[in-house]
């Protein structure tokens, strides 16, 4: 019943957003055909508004695009000419989902780990080496450490290309730089939730029965530990998915992101609006995902 009513309330969540990102859009200053290389004459800009239907009132062009959103229509591009909203999504999203899925990865594959260990050498070199590392990734950004990571592994020592989206190898640059952030996030989250596992009862009921300390780091103190991880998890793939449009411009990437820079700029309204109510559906379904999660991990939480 909980994730139902989620459901429900999340239809008029996506509306008020939808309608916010169609309405702000079209108050910033300038307009779709302001910056095309030969000036249109004043009737050819009023044949371009009425063609897109810009002539009419905001409200009514607001109830169309709603119309049109119904039966499963994003709108045409102003822009980008013979492509609709729904191509730029087909051809830009399954690249930003690879690289969002593979930098997510990333940074768990590297945050558990470090932050377990931290966590379990507390006040040792590990935990003092760990620490430094996480910190070390949070502050720095991803568009400082992608341009030195094509200067060492690219221009210096060629192991790897520059850029695009071809093979694996070109993967393998944009993910680090993407992930390295999230990883740093991870590492801090697992170190505190197993300090705090770890002074437990639930922990401490376990060493009195005689279990090693692996045993009660790992199959006990781990489960609880991971359980801040579970929840930032959904908010760190969601801003993996939607958030890469620098690391898709530095790395010539063909995704979503570059996409919404582009028309953000050119004032493209319909892929703007299209793309924002897409990231909105991708946090939303997320986070939904990561409650249930939740309550797989950990049977204690219920939700009502």
């Known amino acids: 019943m909980y994730y139902l009513r989620r459901i429900l ?3 008029p969540l996506l509306l008020v957003i ?11 200053p300038g307009g779709p ?3 095309e290389r030969v000036p249109a004459s004043p009737e050819i800009q009023k044949h371009l508004l009425a063609k897109y239907h810009l002539d009419e009132p905001m409200w009514r062009q607001y109830l169309r695009y709603l119309n049109d959103l119904v039966h499963g229509d994003f709108g045409v591009s102003l822009k980008y000419r013979d492509h609709s909203v729904n191509d730029i999504i087909a051809q830009g999203l399954p690249v930003s989902m690879t690289l969002g899925g593979l930098a997510f990865c990333f940074a768990l594959a ?4 470090v932050g377990f260990f ?3 050498n507390r006040g040792r070199w590990p935990d003092r080496a760990g620490s430094f590392l996480a910190l070390l990734a949070v502050c720095v950004p991803g ?7 094509i200067m060492i592994f690219a221009v210096r020592w060629h ?3 520059v850029a695009l989206w071809e093979s694996p190898w070109h993967m393998i640059l944009p993910t680090i730089a993407l992930g390295l952030y999230f990883a740093g996030q991870v590492a801090r989250l697992m170190r505190e939730g197993m300090l705090s596992a770890m002074q437990s009862e639930f922990v401490t009921a376990a060493r009195s029965k005689g279990l090693g300390e692996n045993e009660v780091l790992f199959k006990h103190a781990f489960r609880i530990a991971v359980l801040p991880v579970v929840s930032y998890a959904g908010p760190m793939l969601a801003d993996l998915l939607t958030g890469s449009f620098i690391i898709e411009n530095i790395f010539q990437i063909p995704g979503i992101g570059v996409f919404l820079v582009n028309s953000s700029l050119n004032r493209d309204y319909t892929v703007v609006v299209g793309l924002s109510l897409l990231y909105a559906v991708l946090l939303i379904g997320l986070n939904l995902v990561v409650d249930f999660a939740y309550t797989l991990l950990d049977p204690r939480v219920k939700y009502e």
Request: cysteine-free; proline content about 9%.
């Open 143 to 149: 568009f400082v450490i992608a341009p030195i990571l």
């Open 9 to 11: 309330f999340a239809i």
């Open 18 to 28: 939808s309608g916010l990102a169609f309405i702000l859009v079209r108050l910033a």
């Open 118 to 120: 931290a966590a379990a």
């Open 159 to 161: 192991w790897l290309p």
């Open 33 to 35: 055909f302001d910056r």
């Open 110 to 113: 590297l945050g558990l780990p």
